[in-house]
């Protein structure tokens, strides 16, 4: 695997953060499970909604619902028309994961999104959220995909934390598949130098309905 092959899948990887505020910890393979407290800074709204469309593609961002941070949690700024949701989602407060949700992620997965962002601003430490969300009675209400569907973060503007700028490339995760890397025929014991099977993409979350097939794509520009 070349270099840059083998730095892109890193990258990948790494960007599972962005599911860290509604993934399971038990299915969360590398990636941290616990969502991170602390102050939320405020984008300007209209660079928020620009940023939030650029996950999508091109024929969905004109019609897609919208959401934005305000400093008690997220608000709609903007019905949908084709069931797609885009949302700037901040696993950390310095991160940026701009995504493109469709309906049933939308469903399911954006409820547990929008929980996180407003414990934290009630100022919620990181165990207090993590302790709410695998309570057995409000994980019940934090329903699990029905069928396998797509979240594009096709953005170039997906920020990693630490504060430095650092972009992780566009992609694209097909959920609630309960595939496994065998599925796909990538070999989990075949790893690179960054600890990732080597392959096209791969699958976190094995077996379980919240099953990751994390693809990367190349850049887009989307049109808004």
């Not at 209209?46 to 897609?64: N, Q, W, Y």
């Not at 407060?93 to 929980?115: G, N, V, Y």
Request: aromatic content about 8%.
């Amino acid at each position: 695997m070349t270099t840059e092959r083998s730095k892109l899948l890193f990258l990948i990887r790494f960007g599972i953060l962005t599911l860290a505020a509604y993934l399971p910890a038990s299915i969360s393979a590398g990636a941290q499970s616990t969502p991170v407290s602390g102050t939320q800074r405020l984008m300007d709204r209209e660079k928020e909604i620009a940023v939030a469309l650029s996950s999508c593609p091109t024929s969905l961002a004109g019609r897609a619902a919208v959401y934005v941070l305000e400093k008690w949690g997220y608000v709609k700024v903007r019905n949908g028309e084709n069931g797609f949701t885009a949302i700037v989602q901040h696993v950390t407060p310095d991160s940026q994961e701009p995504q493109c949700m469709d309906a049933e992620s939308s469903r399911t997965f954006l409820p547990r999104i929008m929980k996180v962002a407003e414990m934290r601003a009630q100022g919620k430490s990181a165990e207090e959220i993590q302790a709410f969300l695998s309570d057995p009675i409000n994980k019940a209400t934090f329903q699990a995909p029905t069928h396998p569907g797509i979240i594009y973060m096709l953005s170039s503007q997906n920020l990693l934390p630490g504060g430095k700028g650092a972009i992780f490339p566009p992609h694209v995760m097909f959920y609630g598949t309960h595939l496994t890397n065998a599925d796909l025929g990538i070999d989990n014991t075949d790893l690179d130098e960054n600890g990732n099977p080597r392959g096209p993409g791969f699958v976190v979350g094995e077996s379980s309905p919240y099953a990751l097939i994390i693809v990367p794509v190349a850049a887009h520009t989307a049109g808004h």
